[in-house]
């Protein structure tokens, strides 16, 4: 605007050019020419006084995901098995066709595990403003090693990903279960107790959505040796805390529910023994067992009642 308007010579007109972009406008470059006299170059159709208008488009989602990726440390050997809800926020029906694609960059992927063993389960239709869930199982096999990285792209209606809408992350780490214990040897200069600790710190790295295998407590079983000769030893105390915070932390509110709203984002669990004291060599076996790291603490008092904390 102006759409018709008389310019004198050298005087300046400003015009105004307004884009209405549809809500459903697929995303893409569009263009076109603004003509501005009927002018037209020697034998040609091209216009003289004349500019183009490029305009990049970028259409709005019409899904969102519960979360846009699930990340787990996984055993070799079992199969897992995860729920996520997905939220039709277009204005009409949609269909959706999810496709499962691994990295091909990814040099720490020994899962030996193609695509489509990942197999999804969702609604190929989802009705405007409605919730639907997809169900994802995963076969780790019993020779799997490293990792795996991966998506999956959801094909909302039958078209190529053009940005707008997401797509869910994979990420699966193999966790080794150790067979041989760590051994640590220190000395002591006196009879007093010997106070042993054990602690690991633990999270749900799929943030709840796993729904079998349930995550498996973790443990120890020690060994000690005095002077070459192995002391009868059992956990005198066991203490489990907990971090939580509501689920709106991690999810969208409409996808929260009684099995979403609370999330353990850490656990702290710890293990105490406590043995007679003997002057000499000590050796302590440490075998983990559901856990990828841990700590430990060995207390002896002196004489003089200080105490000594031997890592």
Not at 92 to 103: A, F, L, S
Request: aromatic fraction near 10%; avoid cysteine.
């Amino acid at each position: 605007s102006p759409t018709n308007t008389t310019v004198e010579t050298g005087a300046v007109q400003e015009f105004t050019v307004e884009v209405n972009v549809p809500r459903d406008a697929e995303s893409g470059y569009y263009q076109t020419a603004i003509a501005f006299t009927d002018d037209l170059l020697p034998n040609s159709t091209e216009y003289i006084n004349s500019m183009t208008l490029d305009i990049f488009v970028q259409a709005s989602p019409k899904i969102e995901l519960q979360t846009s990726y699930i990340s787990d440390t996984v055993k070799a050997g079992q199969e897992y098995e995860y729920k996520i809800k997905i939220k039709n926020v277009a204005d009409k029906d949609i269909t959706i066709d999810p496709k499962v694609t691994r990295y091909t960059y990814d040099s720490f992927d020994t899962f030996a595990l193609s695509d489509d063993a990942i197999v999804t389960s969702a609604p190929s239709i989802i009705k405007a403003g409605e919730i639907a869930s997809m169900t994802i199982k995963v076969p780790v096999p019993a020779n799997a090693t490293g990792s795996y990285n991966g998506y999956i792209d959801m094909n909302v209606d039958g078209k190529t990903n053009d940005g707008s809408n997401p797509q869910m992350g994979l990420n699966f780490r193999v966790m080794q279960q150790p067979t041989v214990p760590y051994v640590k040897t220190f000395k002591t200069t006196s009879t007093a107790p010997i106070t042993i600790e054990v602690s690991t710190d633990t999270y749900d790295p799929a943030m709840g959505l796993r729904i079998s295998p349930k995550n498996e407590e973790p443990s120890f079983k020690l060994k000690l040796k005095h002077n070459s000769r192995f002391v009868s030893i059992s956990p005198t105390k066991i203490t489990q805390s907990t971090n939580v915070n509501t689920g709106g932390y991690y999810f969208p509110a409409w996808a929260l529910d009684n099995s979403t709203i609370y999330q353990n984002t850490s656990n702290h669990y710890v293990e105490t023994y406590s043995v007679s004291g003997a002057i000499g060599t000590w050796e302590l076996q440490i075998l983990p067992k559901n856990t990828e790291s841990f700590g430990y603490s060995i207390t002896s008092e002196n004489q003089d009642k200080n105490q000594h904390i031997l890592k």
